[in-house]
């Protein structure tokens, strides 16, 4: 198993304020998904990144893979209500699975 | 039309009793998976099948039976119940068996052993 920690494990904001996930491993992955998990559901993928210092966005919120593929970031700009929910980093190697990170738990207050 | 759809939603059971969750994907996706999610939101891979071949299992008590009878259905079927087991499990599927695509989650299983 390839531990995926994230950071911070919980995270309460109000509406309007920026905040940043991490994934980190002392692995190297070939890929790295992120999810957001609602409760009551399962995790929707929101990206996959493959390259070492791709950055995506996805509308408020900005995706980094590191250089070295050991670790990816998530920012989001200006939360929302409806940015609540459990955030979840996967990486994957040559193998035939994907491991999940440690989640974080982000709640944004009206 | 629901993805991945996994049946019941809810499951309360006492210990000792044997029960199945199904699980349908209509992605025609050629890999389908079950994982285990614990108190702590931990997402853990029980089990995967590619075109109705067992390619992971991890270690899971063997009280714990995955069945395919084709490569949109993977159930679960789970004996001698214990209280450990109570979890939410999720069946997924993914176009390709290295998940590089990413995985379509059913909306889960929240399984209470009292």
């Known amino acids: 198993t390839q531990l995926l920690e994230q950071s911070p494990q919980f995270l309460s904001i109000q509406e309007g304020e920026n905040l940043t996930v991490y994934c980190n491993s002392s692995?190297?992955?070939?890929?790295l998904q992120w999810y957001r998990q609602e409760p009551g559901e399962g995790p929707v993928l929101l990206v996959t990144?493959?390259?070492?210092?791709e950055v995506k966005k996805l509308k408020r919120l900005t995706f980094q893979f590191g250089d070295a593929r050991k670790d990816s970031s998530l920012h989001i700009t200006a939360a929302q209500p409806g940015d609540t929910g459990l955030y979840l980093c996967?990486?994957?190697?040559?193998?035939?699975?994907?491991?999940f990170g440690t989640g974080t738990s982000l709640t944004v207050i009206p | 039309d629901t993805a991945v759809s996994q049946t019941p939603k809810y499951l309360v059971t006492q210990m000792g009793n044997d029960k199945s969750i199904k699980c349908e994907q209509n992605?025609?996706?050629?890999?389908m998976y079950w994982y285990k999610q614990d108190s702590k939101k931990f997402l853990k891979i029980m089990f995967s099948?590619?075109?109705?071949?067992?390619?992971i299992n991890e270690t899971v008590p063997n009280r714990f039976s995955p069945k395919s009878p084709d490569k949109a259905h993977l159930n679960l079927h789970i004996n001698s119940l214990e209280l450990g087991d109570s979890a939410v499990y999720f069946c997924?599927?993914?176009?390709?068996?290295?998940?590089?695509?990413?995985?379509?989650f059913g909306s889960g299983t929240r399984l209470t052993v009292v």
């Open positions: 997924a599927s993914s176009p390709v068996r290295t998940g590089a695509s990413g995985y379509t």
């Open positions: 996967a990486g994957g190697n040559t193998g035939n699975q994907f491991y």
């Open positions: 992605l025609g996706h050629d890999t």
């Open positions: 099948y590619n075109n109705k071949e067992l390619i």
């Open positions: 692995s190297v992955f070939s890929s």
């Open positions: 990144v493959v390259t070492g210092g």
